[in-house]
Every structure is written in structure tokens, then in C-alpha cells.
């Protein structure tokens, strides 16, 4: 038998070693292939060519690749997010941009695991770029986000074919370490309401101490609320996709709901209902003239606006919200952190889960206990005065 190893004499006498071996076929034309390899030593080619061979027979033989990992990660988000809503894919995007940025460039089949410790070594100590102070860390939460969309992408390589292995799947997540949110009691959401009676906003800071998320408190149009049969119905939502606004469905079908009102919150809207009526008097032809303007906006009332008759956007009404906490004189939370709070006085109240999870549009009453119900220290003493009844022994008389 022929030896497939060629011995090639340069110019200058130089020895060289060739061989060409059969990679399989092309899966979109059918056509074979073949690949070419040279060395300068025919040891080392009898090596290669061995390792190619057995890899061929074990259907493990992976084609080499000037592919990068930039180049794969623009074709596996294509399959990845076909058919997914803008948000969606704009999470997809912001989840690869570390890794576009410290490891896009290198070869897709040359990244070790090396290459990926160090990228999360990165995003955990200066991989912030936005939403805070550039070059500080991002959160565990941000990393583990970035680590399992990489993973999935290279695991989707393998299968592929493109790559040997899943170097991605030898990294380990890092753990989030984020502090328990601790939600408003009762007297520091009375406090806050107190101060906002006075707040044109009042009615949508009850709305999101009524358990709505911002989105959900955004996207009320008028046509959404039914004052005389006291009912609210999210059915739609405002959000912000890569610092655009648009308008979307509600997160899932658990997320569109009816709710019941309180006579507090239907009064709260009826005043203000009054007073964007009055305004709207007031501005004229000025009122409601920026809408054209908006590229989402379609048609419909908002109830949230300003005095002219304009949507918030989102950032402003997070904004505002911490820039009237200091009147209030409570302790500083987040705008999502009053939704928080809601669930969890709830739960204190004694409502059942079950109708606090649909309250909220969760799919799963055991997500709404894990990420929105927390206890604090009077739940504790509570738990020790029950626990004393519970073993108190009774004296004999």
C-alpha cells in the first residue's frame, strides 16, 4: 500500500510532508471534501494523520476553522432568537457584549478554558460599560446570565460539529451573593402615601404599590380601567429595549389579568382622570401634540402622562420615585422594591399564595414565595410567640 505521507523537495532542498485525507461530505452541497496538511517533519505528519484517522472513525473529526467566536455568535443568535420578541433579543445581544468584546476575535476552535475564567475574572471586577460606573464590577446575576448564554452557544457548536468540546461547561458559575431585599412594613408605605396624596402622580404610586410592575403601570390606558365596575386589566405593557420605548403584550398569559380596585385607588384615579380633563381644557391645541412624535406610540389614553397629555418614559417615573422617597422620610428603595413590598404585606395579611401569585402574574405560586415573599424581624418574633404557645405546658391544677 502507497504511503498517503509525500515527501516534497523545495527549491532550497528543504524537505517537506504531505498528506491529504477526506473529511466527509459538505451538508449543503453534498460535494466531498478534502483537506490538505504539510509538516516540516514526517514524524510529526504520521501523527497528525493517525489522529485525524482514528477522529474520522469515531465521528468525532472536527473540519478546521478560521470561524470566530463573533462570526458563530452572530449565527446562533439568528436560530437562538427567530421568532422572539425585540426585549428578547435585545437580553440575548446584552448578554453576549462581554464576550464579544474580550474573546470575540480569537479563533472559535482555539478558545480554552483560560480564555472564558478570564473573561468572567473581567466582568466581575471592571465589566460594567452601562446602567452604573463604568469599569466597576457587574453583579453574579449579570455574570451567570453572560456564562449560560455562552455556554449554550458552544454547546450548540458542538453538535454542530464546529468544535471538540464545550470548554464553556469547565467554568464555574459564580454564585450570587446579593443581599435579601428587604421590602417597606406597613407604617413606611403609610408614611409614603401620606406624602403623595399631594403628588400629581398619587394615583401611580398607588398603582405600584398596588403590585404592578413599571411596565404594567405605563402601558394603563383609560380603556383599561372600569371605575364604575371597579377592574383594572393589564393587557399590555411600556418598556425600554436597548433605550427605545415600545409597546408589547404583558410578559406572559399569566401576566394579562383583571384586578379588583380599592375605593381608595378608583378614588385616586377619578381624580386624576378629572385633572388631566381640566389640563387638556387648559393646553388646548398644545395638548396631546407631542404624540405624533413618538415612534410607539398607536393610538389610546394613557393614564400615566404629564400636563400636556404625554407619556412618562420609564426612566423618569423610576427617577421620580426615588426623588420623592427623601420627603416622605422613609427608608430608600427601588421602584420595584414598592412591588415587593405589596406581595409581601399580602402574605403578612394572611392571603393565600395561590392568589397572591395570580395577583402578581406569575406562572407559579412557589416563584412568587422564593423571589417576592420575605420575612423580616417581626415575622421572627411572631414565630417565637407561636412557638411558645405551642410547647407551653400546662400547670397542674
Not at 383609560?222 to 404583558?250: C, G, H, N, S
Not at 423580616?376 to 414565630?383: K, R
Amino acid at each position: 500500500m502507497a504511503d498517503p505521507i509525500k515527501t516534497i523537495t523545495l527549491k532550497d532542498g528543504t524537505k517537506r510532508y504531505r498528506f491529504v485525507v477526506d473529511i466527509g461530505r459538505d451538508p449543503i452541497t453534498g460535494k466531498r471534501q478534502q483537506k490538505t496538511y504539510t509538516f516540516d517533519k514526517k514524524g510529526k505528519a504520521t501523527k497528525e494523520l493517525n489522529r485525524i484517522r482514528h477522529q474520522t472513525s469515531e465521528g468525532t473529526y472536527v473540519k478546521p476553522s478560521k470561524e470566530t467566536v463573533s462570526d458563530y455568535i452572530d449565527s446562533y443568535l439568528k436560530g437562538a432568537t427567530r421568532g422572539k420578541e425585540e426585549s428578547t433579543k435585545s437580553n440575548y445581544a446584552a448578554a453576549f457584549r462581554c464576550v464579544r468584546e474580550r474573546i470575540g476575535h480569537l479563533p472559535l476552535q482555539r478558545i480554552s478554558k483560560g480564555d472564558v475564567e478570564d473573561l468572567v475574572d473581567f466582568m466581575l471586577t471592571k465589566g460594567r460599560k452601562r446602567g452604573g460606573k463604568v469599569g466597576t464590577p457587574l453583579s453574579a446575576r449579570s455574570v451567570q446570565l453572560t456564562l449560560g448564554r455562552l455556554t449554550a452557544a458552544l454547546e450548540m457548536a458542538v453538535l454542530e460539529g464546529k468544535l471538540v468540546r464545550n470548554v464553556a461547561k469547565l467554568v464555574e458559575t459564580p454564585k450570587n451573593d446579593q443581599e435579601e431585599r428587604e421590602p417597606w412594613s406597613k407604617d413606611e408605605v403609610h408614611a409614603f402615601l401620606g406624602v403623595v396624596q399631594q403628588h400629581r402622580l398619587h394615583a401611580a404610586w398607588r398603582l405600584s404599590l398596588y403590585g404592578l410592575r413599571r411596565a404594567e403601570v405605563l402601558g394603563l390606558r383609560w380603556e383599561d380601567i372600569d371605575l364604575k365596575a371597579k377592574t383594572l386589566a393589564v393587557v399590555q405593557t411600556r418598556v425600554l429595549v436597548d433605550y427605545r420605548v415600545i409597546v408589547k403584550k404583558p410578559k406572559s398569559k399569566n401576566s394579562v389579568r383583571t384586578l379588583p380596585l380599592d375605593d381608595e385607588l378608583v378614588a385616586a384615579l377619578t381624580a386624576l382622570r378629572k385633572l388631566q380633563s381640566k389640563e387638556s381644557e387648559d393646553a388646548g391645541d398644545a395638548y396631546r401634540s407631542e404624540l405624533d412624535g413618538l415612534g410607539w406610540y398607536d393610538g389610546g389614553e394613557y393614564v400615566v402622562i404629564d400636563e400636556l397629555g404625554t407619556p412618562f418614559h420609564p426612566e423618569w417615573y423610576s427617577d421620580e420615585f426615588g426623588r420623592i422617597l427623601r420627603p416622605a422620610g422613609v427608608r430608600r428603595i427601588t421602584l420595584h422594591d414598592s412591588r415587593h413590598t405589596t406581595l409581601t404585606l399580602m402574605e403578612h395579611a394572611g392571603v393565600p399564595i395561590s392568589v397572591i401569585s395570580r395577583w402578581a402574574g406569575h406562572y407559579d405560586p412557589s416563584f412568587t414565595y422564593k423571589k417576592y415573599v420575605h420575612a423580616n424581624d417581626d415575622d421572627l418574633a411572631q414565630g417565637a410567640e407561636t412557638l411558645a404557645q405551642v410547647y407551653k405546658i400546662k400547670k397542674a391544677v
